[in-house]
């Protein structure tokens, strides 16, 4: 039995889509025993969402739900019913940690306000997460991931001046929430163990974008000490060069060296004897935009000769901040990136063996590990309600009144 | 009353720029003493701000976000004054000292064996030439937790490749995800996302080691590739590329089904984002708008048509938009159920009843900089309420209190370290 680095915490999880699950991804994948609890007949929304195989729907290979659920057990119930309430009840006992994405208001109505909750298990950490918190007038307003970023985050200087702001890529603010989540989570989690307190955490998605280090936070402060807003900068502006997406043989490479940084650029493209001339480096010269065109000019060529991965090698032989812009091929096949293990391939009964993302992070002594491939919709029922001391025909009559 | 959850542990933090800090302010919040290590000797670019000793000409031509200290004016310490800094030095305290001087490793030994956590976010060969391993570091004190926040590995051939966030988003494939579709990539903003995603699962990572070390005793070195990292977030592209080969795009800000964007609304420089789902989505709509006559055009009569006609459809719904505010088109689509909100700027995020409501903000002093209203904590916990216990940290301003309280050290040894160049609260004049 491999030493799990929260080989001893128990979660039960009633997450949907992406922010709640990917919190108890987290948990599950660093070892928590995570019992997902999803509607009969229809399970998690991200089911329903893709990628499929050849785009063809199917609620077991949700590429999405695969990814976001892996090392989770799932049971089915209709928390609508008495007798699911009555088994909800039993996890929630044994449960150190209750993570739930709902809509605020619904735990309530199902029974299962935090103070309710508490008289069957003082120590518990309930998580909500969800739109915009438990309080406030936006509460019960709905969410999408361009908004999160609207709202919360720093859309509004994201994009160029001469168009309108633009979002981050897919769904990635979502995860960050996720993310955000279950650091509160583990806090809470602390308190429980070491001091006997349980407690209610909220997260608003809202607020994981503005409390974020994503600019977010510093342009608030910005504002707050000059009174100026951070915007969008005309296409092709900003101070100091090269900075920015330059065309490759086979794509973009990326470099940032500017100003102090300027000498490595130089270097990069082999000192040729156009930079050695005095007024590449007079004062002023990272602010001239004519300058700035020669030297982008002088680059592109450079460039184009080269596929972003040579660029990005001979860039780095200069210690210039850089990157080639890789598409999700071009990772996956990345040799520095496999041979560390990135990626895991998992085995899964419906949807076969697949490529994913591994480990976020390595813990030396206690290594991240895939236990089980997300579970098919209800795959443990029947071992989750034995355990809980259910008699097989007792899954049976859930199973016929449609609880299970 | 309860203690805060991570009371009674001690994070050394030797960490730069945005993600290391990010995380060290995670673990402060929750109560850790973070203890921060800089050196007097040394700026890092971009760490404590722009510059050292800015004159206010210099000032006056940086971003508000980086370098618009309070008035645009250096004060006396400009270093402790800066937006990109302050945004994540929170719950935090302040030492310096200077490994390469003489002494310099003798004093970190002395604060690893009274601490519980070291985290560093260098390139791998910088903390090779430091002498700073893992090995060091249980040397000292067997069961350390160590967290290093490496760009893309400590080992192998990137281990030592120079990169910010913005490098590492490009290499793992979030660039060519996100930006205007119709533009090439140099229209990209940079933006911190990775550096969030770090500091994050970085907390995360070192709360689950301290988890299992309550259980077993041991610490452990954890290895957190910043790009590695991040690649979780774009999991829903990377399954598509393993199902189905396929490379993801990016759609600006549209959704891959839904009609969706980013609407001009009243004033200058203001939009509003919505999302229309479904046919009852499109029903509400149409009813908020009072049932224009276009809404009837068949093209619009279905989800899958309306998305193949996004633009005409965006023409029309701009149209309406600019007649309103941007909080108006929330308040409007909203109450009828439709996803739609503004795009905030940084004035209307200070003003929005919503954040002021749930008292995101919060009134912070600081000896430096003043007393100012900052952003706040990202979550809520209700017995043990986490707050900004103690502003943006000044540049070694906690010396007295880890030398002489927690190393001991005699008056005279702290005078000594002071002429060594190891304590003080001011860079030298001579670093720009």
Request: aromatic residues 8%; charged residues 20%; proline residues 6%.
């Amino acid at each position: 039995m491999p030493d799990l680095a929260l080989g001893d915490v128990k979660v039960l999880d009633l997450t949907n889509l992406v922010a709640g699950p990917y919190c108890t991804k987290l948990l599950a994948d660093y070892g928590a025993d995570v019992i997902k609890v999803e509607i009969p007949g229809l399970g998690d929304g991200a089911r329903r969402l893709g990628p499929f195989p050849g785009d063809m729907p199917h609620r077991e290979k949700s590429g999405l739900f695969l990814h976001l659920n892996t090392n989770k057990q799932s049971i089915t119930l209709d928390l609508q019913t008495e007798a699911a309430g009555i088994v909800i009840r039993e996890l929630i006992r044994e449960a150190d940690i209750l993570v739930e994405s709902f809509r605020p208001g619904t735990m309530a109505q199902l029974g299962m306000a935090y103070e309710s909750l508490r008289s069957i298990n003082p120590t518990l950490v309930m998580t909500s997460i969800s739109n915009f918190g438990q309080t406030g007038p936006y509460r019960d307003y709905r969410l999408t991931d361009v908004m999160v970023y609207g709202m919360g985050g720093e859309m509004y200087s994201t994009g160029i001046a001469e168009r309108e702001p633009v979002k981050l890529g897919v769904n990635v603010l979502l995860y960050q929430a996720g993310a955000t989540a279950s650091v509160a989570t583990m806090g809470a989690l602390f308190a429980a163990r070491d001091q006997g307190i349980g407690q209610h955490v909220d997260v608003s998605i809202m607020e994981t974008q503005a409390g974020s280090i994503d600019r977010r936070m510093s342009t608030l402060i910005g504002f707050q000490y000059t009174g100026e807003i951070t915007g969008r900068n005309p296409h092709g502006s900003g101070a100091g060069y090269p900075f920015g997406a330059t065309p490759c043989s086979d794509g973009y490479f990326e470099v940032s060296a500017g100003r102090g940084y300027f000498p490595r650029a130089v270097s990069m493209l082999g000192s040729p004897a156009e930079l050695d001339d005095p007024k590449w480096y007079a004062p002023g010269a990272q602010m001239d935009m004519e300058l700035k065109q020669e030297f982008d000019t002088m680059l592109m060529i450079w460039s184009l000769e080269r596929t972003k991965s040579e660029a990005w090698a001979i860039a780095q032989e200069s210690r210039v901040l850089s990157a080639p812009l890789n598409t999700m091929g071009d990772l996956a096949v990345d040799p520095e990136f496999n041979r560390r293990g990135a990626f895991v391939e998992i085995e899964h009964p419906v949807a076969g063996t697949l490529k994913y993302p591994a480990r976020p992070f390595i813990m030396n002594d206690c290594p991240w590990s895939i236990r089980r491939p997300a579970p098919l919709l209800g795959e443990h029922n029947s071992e989750v309600l034995s355990r809980l001391g259910y008699r097989a025909e007792d899954v049976v009559r859930l199973r016929q009144q449609g609880v299970i | 009353m309860p203690k805060l959850p991570l009371e009674g542990i001690r994070v050394l933090d030797i960490t730069v720029v945005w993600a290391g800090p990010y995380c060290t302010q995670f673990l402060g919040d929750l109560g850790a003493e973070v203890i921060r290590i800089e050196s007097l000797n040394t700026f890092v670019p971009l760490g404590r701000g722009p510059m050292a000793h800015p004159t206010e000409e210099t000032l006056r031509e940086m971003s508000p976000w980086t370098g618009g200290t309070p008035d645009r004016q250096p004060g006396a310490r400009a270093w402790n004054r800066y937006p990109i800094f302050n945004a994540h030095a929170r719950n935090k305290l302040g030492m310096t000292l200077d490994f390469l001087r003489p002494g310099g490793m003798d004093i970190f030994k002395r604060l690893l064996k009274i601490s519980d956590v070291l985290v560093e976010n260098n390139p791998t060969e910088t903390m090779e030439r430091l002498g700073i391993s893992y090995q060091l570091l249980q040397g000292q004190n067997p069961g350390i937790i160590m967290l290093r926040m490496p760009a893309y590995g400590n080992d192998g051939a990137y281990q030592n490749h120079r990169a910010y966030g913005l490098h590492i988003e490009g290499v793992i494939g979030h660039t060519l995800q996100r930006g205007y579709a119709d533009m090439d990539p140099s229209a990209n903003t940079s933006v911190l996302m990775s550096d969030a995603a770090a500091g994050t699962q970085g907390a995360f990572a070192v709360m689950a080691a301290l988890h299992h070390r309550k259980r077993t005793g041991r610490g452990q070195l954890i290895e957190l590739s910043q790009a590695e990292n991040t690649m979780s977030f774009l999991g829903q592209s990377f399954m598509d590329h393993s199902m189905n080969g396929r490379n993801a795009a990016t759609l600006g800000n549209r959704h891959p089904y839904a009609v969706q964007g980013c609407y001009p609304c009243k004033g200058e420089d203001r939009w509003a984002t919505i999302t229309i789902f479904d046919d009852n989505d499109w029903t509400a709509f149409k009813q908020a708008l009072g049932n224009p006559d276009w809404c009837r055009e068949e093209k619009f009569s279905d989800s899958i048509s309306r998305y193949h006609y996004h633009d005409d459809l965006d023409r029309h719904i701009g149209e309406w938009t600019q007649r309103f505010d941007s909080y108006e088109v929330m308040q409007l689509l909203q109450n009828v159920g439709i996803a739609a909100g503004p795009v905030m700027d940084q004035r209307d995020a200070y003003a929005d009843p919503h954040l002021n409501q749930r008292e995101f903000f919060e009134v912070v002093h600081q000896e430096d900089t003043g007393t100012h209203v900052y952003p706040g904590i990202a979550y809520k916990m209700s017995e043990t309420p986490i707050k900004t216990r103690r502003g943006p940290v000044r540049l070694g301003e906690d010396n007295e209190y880890v030398y002489k309280t927690l190393l001991n050290c005699t008056d005279e040894e702290y005078s000594e370290l002071e002429a060594q160049g190891h304590i003080g609260m001011d860079y030298p004049e001579e670093i720009p």
